[in-house]
């Protein structure tokens, strides 16, 4: 499975699921959005393969998409997940840093694999593995290390792209790590390029740039396709999107709370995910759209503090959520929460990734040597 195919799927609600495996993590990147370490928890796992367990062939995500921390501190779990979700028809992948590579690329060319077997499994196991790269990543693990991990998967013939990050798009990180890629991988390597949020270690001082948040017309901001896939947390939470704030605080505002891993299933989050009149709201409209249109002045008020902040607020605000009620309920809710999915699907991967992720850069998203 491409990137290109991940990321066509991603507008479409409940068409694929986040599951973060672990918090911890052997790499301490200073933008690290998670704020990984060692000593973090993450869910219990046999809660995890329930919950993949509830997936049928007729009710399932089309992807299993599976995160840390690092996944691969624990490839037995991410194998035997990624071949559960198989089984119901879902495909999976995998985000790592590859903190297993460091100094592969000083090891004897003859020496081929620097994969160490229990985690070549893991990887043989899942659909598509994205690799992380960027200047603070490659402080932990050397570019040349990562190139050798990607070498060896493409090899193996399970598909493979980097997750690449920079400060903004005139970094010039960007331009010199994207064409230093394409060249050595001859453009069979697709790339996914976004710029660091303010968010986990990023907040601190090395993740910093001193600017603050552009003021936002919320009858001109967008909708968020971001509440398109449930996301499960650290502690087995299950929350309406990825947004850092919104996985890691407790607790989790009403309206973008959808379960957890302990008591609820697939069907039950996919239903949450699908029926609700303010996730409908938010992925045809936006968030500050609902606070302006329906909500009073402190409502309003507080759209003035970001996109993202604007929207965690909802739920204090019952006017507003009475205004996304009723538009969003029933049949012509659904009816236009399927038409704004379709139509940012038929824009395609390309066009997504211009608006979510860096535009400079999002045509590497599906660059030609990759399949269809
Ligand atoms: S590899 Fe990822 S999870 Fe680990 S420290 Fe770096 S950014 Fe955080
Ligand atoms: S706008 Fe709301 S739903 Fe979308 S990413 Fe931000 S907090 Fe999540």
């Known amino acids: 499975m491409e990137l290109a195919a991940l990321m066509g799927l991603r507008p479409e609600p409940a068409a694929g699921l986040l599951m973060m495996l672990t918090r911890r993590c052997p790499l301490r990147c200073a933008h690290c959005s998670t704020d990984s370490t060692m000593s973090a928890g993450g869910p219990d796992p046999g809660r995890l393969l329930g919950f993949v367990d509830s997936f049928t062939p007729g009710d399932r995500p089309e992807v299993l998409m599976m995160t840390g921390g690092e996944p691969l501190l624990m490839p037995e779990l991410s194998a035997e997940l990624a071949v559960r979700a198989r089984r119901a028809g879902t495909?999976?992948?995998?985000?790592?840093?590859?903190?297993?590579?460091?100094?592969?690329?000083?090891?004897?060319?003859?020496?081929?694999?620097?994969?160490?077997?229990?985690?070549?499994?893991?990887?043989?196991?899942?659909?598509?593995?994205?690799?992380?790269?960027?200047?603070?990543?490659?402080?932990?693990?050397?570019?040349a290390d990562v190139f050798r991990v990607v070498h060896e998967v493409l090899d193996s013939g399970t598909s493979v792209s980097l997750h690449v990050v920079g400060i903004d798009a005139r970094d010039p990180y960007l331009a010199d790590v994207t064409s230093a890629v394409r060249e050595a991988?001859?453009?069979?390597?697709?790339?996914?390029?976004?710029?660091?949020?303010?968010v986990g270690r990023a907040a601190g001082p090395a993740g910093a740039r001193g600017e603050g948040p552009a003021p936002i017309d919320p009858l001109r901001s967008g909708p968020c396709s971001m509440a398109a896939w449930?996301?499960?947390?650290?502690?087995?939470?299950?929350?309406?999107?990825?947004?850092?704030?919104?996985?890691?605080?407790?607790?989790?505002?009403?309206h973008l709370l959808l379960g957890h891993v302990a008591e609820d299933d697939w069907a039950a989050v996919r239903g949450r995910t699908l029926a609700s009149p303010v996730l409908r709201s938010v992925r045809t409209g936006g968030p500050l759209r609902l606070l302006a249109r329906y909500g009073g002045p402190k409502a309003r008020s507080a759209g003035g503090a970001g996109y993202c902040a604007g929207c965690r607020t909802l739920s204090e605000h019952p006017e507003a959520i009475a205004g996304a009620t009723r538009v969003a309920s029933g049949a012509a809710g659904a009816l236009l929460d399927r038409r704004a999915a379709r139509r940012r699907r038929e824009a395609g991967p390309v066009e997504y990734v211009r608006r979510h992720g860096c535009a400079a850069f999002a045509e590497l998203v599906a660059l030609p040597g990759t399949a269809p």
């Open 91 to 143: 495909r999976s992948a995998l985000l790592t840093g590859a903190f297993f590579a460091r100094g592969a690329a000083g090891r004897p060319r003859r020496a081929r694999a620097v994969i160490p077997a229990r985690i070549r499994r893991a990887i043989g196991a899942v659909d598509h593995l994205s690799v992380s790269v960027d200047a603070f990543h490659e402080r932990e693990v050397a570019r």
């Open 230 to 254: 449930p996301v499960v947390a650290a502690d087995g939470t299950v929350v309406a999107c990825c947004n850092q704030d919104v996985v890691d605080r407790r607790p989790v505002p009403a």
């Open 185 to 198: 991988f001859d453009d069979r390597v697709p790339m996914l390029v976004n710029t660091v949020r303010a």
